[in-house]
């Protein structure tokens, strides 16, 4: 049997989600550092409705460029990011039964679940979880949610983060990134290559600080705008995304030092916190229920 | 009749080390259970892995023993009204009651019985908050906001009491006779007995013993090394790790390609303990070997494919480590000082830039040579590496490494080497005596600036390990002989130090605790001649006149209090009185400047004469005011070494 490409894996984990009620949507179009980021994730996991989704994110870490020259470490990977909520009692089983439809055979492999909590202090989210270890490789990041935007939340999503780079190069068992096949006769690195060695140099040499923290200002600000004066929680989401973009490249400049540092996390952290408060006052649940970090997002 | 009892809590993978501290509570809760309960009955085993904790106890009851108890009611002489509702109180009738004679005269009583109830009664309603209130570092809830919390979620539960389930219920999870087994090798709903579980469980999969599965870890790594004149570098906390985060271990070997011993051992182990748990290998000289050891939860490995796969991922952390060491070596360590102002130390307290130059003072005032002066300005830049960044448990180590490779003369580079060190209470000290100074004024410098901005530890709290590197401090100074008067301390850190102190000499050192007391009453700031005092009073307390004469400083300390003297003055030979005041002042005189040692035999019979004949309170103010100079005298003239008041003696407590 030959290894399935990068797409063909991308492929059988979409076909899977969606014969389990996921909807298949598509990357979200503002940079982020990880799939949570995607309003799909920290926008849906609030509230009591149900929701399960599934999509590929692009993940953009300014820090962890490396030009294109290690063989593991990329300023952006992609994620297979899985919403479960709530999350079924079964979904571990749920969780195996993917990495079968993957190509896993499970019966010739070692899989272990190891603690690893999840938290994300700029997004006021936490869980409770495992990194899955596939024959000692950390494939996935399974987080059970229980807090996010400073709210406890009302149905306990499963979040499930595949590493497909991590996961496509064990199925082809090849030792660097750039020589998976993404799509038949076609290597990462021809897709890929040039992203990774211009937008490395770009974070860490050619961005500019001025410039960057004037749209971290300017974009803080309509935020700022958005939240108070009008209902269109939506966009002023984006602005928040692309603050905690900003700052990640601000910090893989080295322009952030230790006494800005806290300070600048804690702006992103309370537009997060009011974006989610806003997000939820917009359904009748939360006028009828008062959230517990009603004074937390106010501080 | 007498019943076997077994219980299953299924669950998501647990955390291996909350483990045991999680059986050791249940079991505990459970056997009071059966206690408080009459339920007889003893727990007999408590086993667990990731996914269940299992307990079964044997002799169990069916049911309480029903219970008579006399009751006593009114006198008598309240009359039938007051003896009716007595028995209407206790659901009686009058006739039921009976009068008794008591000493304060005659009495209606009942004789209650109270049916026992039955056993899987009382622990189909006692269970679900049994293993709910087990106490978890961390919990969650699964059901959504305001459900049960615990440490992962619950899936399944067996409970039975002999071959009958106890029948409850927690978030929607119902008891009943069905375990799982392993996730890739057992069945799921397996009907089990009693009689038949751990048999059951086996076939599925599932060693349920952690001794067993530990046994088998072992026993096949020997297997695996067998006649290849390799060992496993022994690391009972791994073993322990890979017992608990396993339901049936297999252990594989694996090897690297020999090129990778070239990176430090240092670095290789930890990639291989920390990263991806496994056991490093040594030849019979204590050289690393190319190879590994890992351990599957599951039963074997047939095609080599797992073992293929860990050797992958080693393979390419190894690259990893690799890259960041060419990549670390094209800056000097002294040319990252300037980068840890963007290193945060403590948030409230600033950068390690400013931690370094705290340091290096430090270490100047603490009379640090150029040597160690100059580790002390390097031995935080590792912070800024990437090596470092990757694998922090390497910070120190890491530094030593690159300074060494950078041309730092031996002394600077052992001692950032060294300077995280002790790193538990076992760990060592430094191996150098500037290792010592940096290693002491690094701790010492995080426990003054994260004391001052009142970041003290609060009961089991201590994020920023200050309990350690007190512990640090007192074991540098003490068994590394370092001279280190304590700059002025805060009150509050004052009292945690002398805790640590306390708790050092005590414990660790296993000092009595009435000497270490007694000693560090007398001054415990100079932490070598606060030991050198307490191995003194070692080694006199056995003598036969040391504990009366303790109990005479005792003595001697009361009246001086309850006579309110604090007074200093020279004692006036004229007011002695001739016989054992005399007697007691001459040989007090007569030894006066010599050892504490040599003291104590000629001095004890003097004393307890002098308390046996002599009037301390005598009528005389001045007379009075003499004795009390004298005893006050002998009693500091001794207290520079202990304060013996403090040692608790047979004639002192009782």
Known sequence: ?299 | MSLPFVLEVGTEEIPDWMIVPAMNQLQDMFQALLDQNSLAGKVSSADATPRRLVLKAAGLIDRQPDTDELVSGPPKSAGPGAAAGFAKKLGATPDQLIVQTTAKGEYYFLHKRTQGQATAAILARELPNLILKIQWPKTMYWNGKGSQRFIRPIRWLVALLGESVIPFEIGGVRSGNATHGHRLLGKTSILITTADFDEQLRTNGVILQAEKRRDKIETEIAGLLDGKNLRIKPDPDLLHTLTYITEFPSPILGSFDSQYLELPSEVLITVMRHHQKYFSVEDSQGNLAPHFIAVMNTNADPEGLVRHGNERVLRARFNDARFFWQQDQKKKLEDRLSDLKNVTFQAKVGSYYEKTQRVVDLVKLLGGDSNTQRAALLCKTDLTTDMVKEFTDLQGVVGGLYAKAQGEPEPVWRAVYDHYKPLSMEGEIPSTAEGRVLSLADKWDTLASCFSVGLAPTGSKDPFALRRAAQGVVRIVVEGKVKFDSPGMPPDLEEFMRDRVEYYFRDVRNFAYDEVRACMAAGWRDLIDLESRLKRVQAIRPTPDFEPIAASFKRIKNILKQAGFTEISAVDESLIEPGPERRLYDEFQRTSGQSLESRITPLRPKIDLFFDKVLVNAPDPAVRKNRLTLLHRMLQEFSDIADFSEIVTERSSS
């Open chain 1, 1 to 299: 049997m030959t290894a399935p490409t990068f797409q063909d894996t991308v492929f059988a984990l979409k076909k899977y989600w969606s014969d389990r009620g996921c909807i298949i949507q598509e990357p979200y179009d503002v940079e982020v550092g990880a799939g949570t980021m995607a309003p799909e994730t920290f926008l849906r996991v609030l509230g009591p409705d149900p929701y399960r989704v599934a999509y590929v994110q692009p993940s953009r870490r300014p820090a962890d460029g490396r030009y294109g020259e290690n063989p593991n470490r990329l300023y952006k990977h992609q994620q297979l990011q899985v919403i479960l909520k709530p999350s079924p009692a079964d979904v571990i089983d749920q969780y195996l039964g993917s990495l079968t439809a993957i190509g896993i055979d499970l019966s010739k492999h070692d899989i272990k679940f190891e603690e690893d909590n999840w938290e994300a202090p700029t997004l006021g989210a936490w869980g409770i979880g495992w990194q899955v270890m596939l024959d000692g490789l950390e494939i996935t990041q399974f987080t059970y949610f229980q807090q996010c935007g400073g709210f406890d939340l009302d149905l306990v999503p499963a979040e499930l983060t595949y590493g497909l780079e991590r996961i496509s190069a064990f199925l082809q068992n090849v030792d660097s990134v750039y020589d998976i096949e993404w799509a038949p006769g076609i290597k990462y690195s021809q897709v890929r290559f040039q992203d990774e060695r211009q937008f490395s140099k770009y974070n860490f040499e050619l961005a500019d600080i001025k410039m960057l923290w004037q749209l971290f200002d300017l974009h803080e600000k309509e935020c700022q705008r958005l939240l108070s004066t009008t209902d269109v929680v939506l966009a002023a989401y984006d602005q928040v995304l692309k603050c905690s973009h900003i700052f990640n490249l601000l910090d893989s400049r080295g322009a952030i030092s230790v006494t800005e540092r806290v300070g600048v996390i804690g702006r992103v952290r309370r537009l997060a916190l009011g974006v989610a408060k806003a997000w939820m006052a917009q359904t009748e649940y939360a006028q009828t229920n008062p959230p517990d970090a009603a004074q937390e997002v106010v501080a």
